[in-house]
């Protein structure tokens, strides 16, 4: 018979558990999200964690890392595999052609909010397990004030979570046809530099070629800086809707600034390409960039390979754990608002049975009532109730019982006196 293995009693690398102590600021976070997106008439769409792998094979493309390497694939007995999905326009896209919601006025504006799964080498701000918040514009024309809309929600999260210096870095990757030339141009400058270059973008010249303006390695950064850049190559059709997307977001006053190294890794993406940053203090004391908050662009292109071509789109997602991170690094608090309480006390078998039912009675009616009948003696529940910041106590005894009434003790005065316990209920709502 097969040893037993030793129970690993820890989460599986990359994934994580929140708290009790951390649930307030994701409470926050959540809340803030769906504000957000109900001001700006986006409405909340959620799809499942499982899709089929083909989506992503021909949404996202199967020369891309999060396909080639990053997914959670399910084994399959027969029938198309499953994975756990890598991200979230991809579905919310299925979702659009599967429902027929090109029938409703367009373009739909929708939101999500979830965890997604990539196996990545887990390092700080980047999970296998993480949750974004999507922005999605689906249908209408192919107008640039939609572009401005989804950078418009997305800051407008970022400020009301109390973010400082966000900026946007813009840049468009243009059409099948100006990305083209472009893409001959750029090979042709790495082909010269061929040995310059690090191992990673050696392989994306072969697969993705637009990745080498991404790449981080110090090795590439000179020869990234020389490279040529999309923009100068640009047709007049993507080079104007730049333009006008760069007129709103300065009327909007929004920061922002043409960063051709932003090129977003999916096939889907075109023109429109941006991602949002917020300037940090590092820990030694320096003013720099917080990794990527978010990023988004225009990803008409994944309706063609869905085979839904003509469906203009553009969108955004955000890092929730990012976002948490540098909320704390910005120091940007969020106070728990404590709600004054009242905590029962009981003391003896006769009194818990009554205070269970008083307990069961008061939460009916929304009385912020806390409890620690587990313990039986009276000092150890008043401690209990110092811990949990309660106001009052509600104190039953057996003497109390007996006499059908109970002490109302003001725990920060000491004070207190009995009522009729049919009072109770008025009594504490007078006082919280
Ligand atoms: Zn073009
Ligand atoms: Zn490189």
Not at 173 to 179: A, E, V
Not at 374 to 386: E, H, I, P, V
Request: glycine share 8%.
């Amino acid at each position: 018979m097969a040893k037993k293995q030793k129970i690993k009693l820890h989460s599986v690398k990359g994934m994580h558990d929140t708290l009790p102590s951390e649930q307030f600021i994701w409470d926050k976070l959540r809340k803030e999200i769906k504000n957000t997106a109900e001001a700006y008439s986006f409405s909340r769409i959620d799809t499942p964690i499982l899709e089929n792998l083909s989506l992503f094979e021909r949404g996202i493309g199967e020369e891309t890392d999060i396909v080639e390497k990053q997914m959670f694939v399910l084994p399959s007995s027969g029938g198309e595999r499953m994975v756990l999905r890598p991200e979230g326009t991809s579905a919310i896209a299925r979702a659009y052609i599967q429902h027929g919601l090109s029938r409703v006025s367009q373009p739909l504006k929708v939101y999500q909010e979830g965890p997604f799964f990539r196996h990545e080498n887990p390092q700080a701000g980047r999970y296998r397990q993480f949750h974004q918040a999507g922005f999605e514009i689906i249908g209408g024309e192919n107008d640039p004030i939609y572009d401005v809309q989804i950078i418009m929600v997305v800051m407008r999260l970022l400020r009301n979570l109390k973010l400082k210096n966000l900026s946007i870095h813009i840049n468009s990757i243009g059409c099948k046809t100006c990305r083209t030339i472009y893409k001959k141009k750029l090979l042709k400058y790495y082909k010269n530099r061929k040995k310059q270059i690090c191992n990673d973008c050696n392989k994306r010249m072969l697969k993705n070629p637009l990745r080498l303006l991404d790449c981080k390695d110090d090795k590439c950064q000179e020869i990234k800086k020389g490279a040529p850049s999309v923009i100068d190559d640009l047709c007049s059709f993507c080079s104007k809707h730049l333009r006008d997307v760069l007129e709103y977001v300065e009327e909007l006053k929004i920061p922002y600034q043409i960063d051709p190294s932003i090129v977003r890794g999916l096939d889907y993406y075109n023109g429109t390409v941006f991602e949002v940053f917020s300037e940090v203090k590092s820990p030694e004391g320096e003013i720099v960039l917080s990794p990527a908050l978010g990023g988004g662009g225009r990803y008409n292109y994944l309706f063609n390979a869905l085979g839904k071509g003509g469906t203009y789109a553009v969108g955004a997602a955000l890092g929730l754990e990012r976002i948490i991170e540098t909320m704390k690094a910005t120091g940007v608090n969020v106070p728990i608002i404590k709600k004054k309480s009242v905590f029962l006390i009981t003391i003896g078998a006769e009194a818990k049975k009554k205070g269970i039912v008083l307990l069961e009675d008061l939460i009916k009616t929304g009385v912020n009532i806390k409890e620690s009948m587990g313990k039986n003696s009276l000092s150890a529940q008043l401690r209990a109730a110092d811990k949990k910041g309660a106001t009052w106590a509600l104190i039953l005894g057996q003497k109390e019982v007996f006499k059908e009434s109970i002490i109302l003790r003001n725990l920060k005065t000491g004070s207190q006196e009995t009522i009729f316990l049919k009072n109770v209920l008025a009594k504490i709502k007078k006082k919280l």
